[in-house]
């Protein structure tokens, strides 16, 4: 193990299990879909797509579990993850049902109005095929996302590797991103808590961390997490940076960069893959941190929820280029 808690990225790749989705995006402000609009699309979508293709950009080693159709949505997610390095051997190929997809306005005040096709497409349809089984025993790392629980066949997978991945002496992080909705469910909420006191890392946004933690107040709840099993807690903040909490008492702030948004999708994703990734290939929290931040801000800076990810190259160019937002 590194010293930060995470299986170093010689053990195997980071992997993560869930949704593969197209975006389809309005080109004007306004409010739902309730006239025709122009849209333009497809992107490769999906929380766990888009972290993982960020991890494999970056130079982590990478892939995902996963299920599309056979479609053309289907072959454009395939085609764009398996371009920028990511493993897609696990991800399988259903006749019956079309790829997953998200359709996405945007509001004048920036909030924005989806239509999904999840529950009944092919992301709903994942399963622990052979294929995922022999990915999963060669993995050093699994990174949860919590939208992960809102697709039932998705658990006994997580539960799998696990198993498989922590018996070889890799390790696991956790992004509690999660509607409150499914939290209300027993079930739910009791494998929420599951993760949680098992995560190595914990990388929440905002208030997901007192969700995380059970508790508010922030050094309330970064306390509680490390009563638990985490050994780093890295909160995402948006536009005022981030934060790295350590077991050891450490605390490291990054400043944000300074850009303009143009599409959030994804910027958390990407945050979250760069930093796995930067962390298991050994860097320390000061400059994983840091790449964390350029991903997150460069992906904003292009339409489309994984248009901006960045290689190493592109993010160290972009660092150099872009000024840091004060506090």
Do not use: W
């Amino acid at each position: 193990m590194t010293s930060n808690g995470l299986a170093p990225d010689a053990l195997g790749p980071t992997i993560t299990i869930g949704e593969i989705l197209v975006e389809i995006m309005a080109t004007d402000r306004g409010t739902g879909f309730l006239e025709p609009i122009t849209l333009i699309g497809p992107y490769p979508s999906g929380a766990p797509a888009i972290f993982i293709d960020q991890c494999a950009r970056i130079g982590g080693a990478a892939g995902i579990i996963a299920c599309v159709g056979d479609d053309d949505f289907g072959r454009v997610n395939v085609a764009r993850l398996r371009a920028d390095g990511a493993d897609v051997s696990a991800i399988s190929i259903s006749a019956e049902f079309p790829t997953g997809s998200a359709f996405v306005r945007y509001r004048t005040d920036g909030t924005r109005d989806f239509v999904f096709n999840i529950a009944r497409s092919a992301a709903a349809q994942i399963d622990l095929s052979a294929a995922a089984r022999a990915l999963i025993a060669r993995s050093g790392h699994l990174h949860v996302m919590g939208t992960a629980l809102a697709i039932s066949g998705t658990i006994e997978i997580i539960e799998h590797a696990i198993a498989a991945i922590k018996a070889r002496g890799g390790s696991i992080s956790f992004d509690p991103n999660v509607r409150k909705e499914l939290l209300g469910q027993s079930e739910t909420r009791a494998r929420f808590a599951s993760l949680v006191d098992i995560a190595d890392l914990i990388l929440p946004s905002g208030d997901e961390l007192f969700v995380a933690a059970g508790v508010t107040g922030e050094s309330e709840a970064v306390r509680a997490l490390f009563a638990r099993n985490a050994s780093e807690v890295a909160l995402k903040r948006g536009a005022k940076g981030s934060t790295v909490f350590t077991r050891d008492g450490r605390r490291i702030d990054c400043p944000a960069f300074a850009v303009e948004e143009i599409d959030p999708t994804g910027a958390g994703d990407c945050f979250g893959g760069a930093y796995v990734a930067c962390r298991r290939l050994g860097m320390p929290i000061e400059q994983a941190l840091t790449y964390a931040n350029a991903a997150g801000a460069r992906n904003v800076t292009a339409k489309g929820p994984m248009e901006g990810a960045g290689t190493r190259a592109e993010l160290d160019a972009f660092i150099a280029m872009t000024p840091g937002r004060s506090r």
